[in-house]
């Protein structure tokens, strides 16, 4: 129905659709591709560090050899 919609809107300069089309394809290929590398590289950092509740407000950061406390309140 949206094509149909565009299609009826542009007819007199069907280029502007063809391009308009294309901008939506490249939106979409790009934000494929953003939301592709953040899990890419989330899953290769995630594994070396993690998070271990101490209670209420209180959290452990970091790998096997440091960890960091982190907002405690004690």
Request: net charge neutral; aromatic share 16%.
């Amino acid at each position: 129905m949206f094509l149909t919609f565009l299609l009826i809107f542009f007819y007199p300069n069907i280029s502007s659709l063809i391009l308009i089309l294309l901008f939506i394809l490249l939106i979409a290929k790009l934000r494929l591709l953003i939301i592709s590398v953040f899990f890419i590289s989330f899953s290769i950092i995630s594994p070396w560090y993690d998070l271990v509740t101490l209670g209420e407000d209180c959290v452990m950061v970091g790998s096997s050899t440091n960890w960091i406390r982190s907002s405690c309140d004690r």
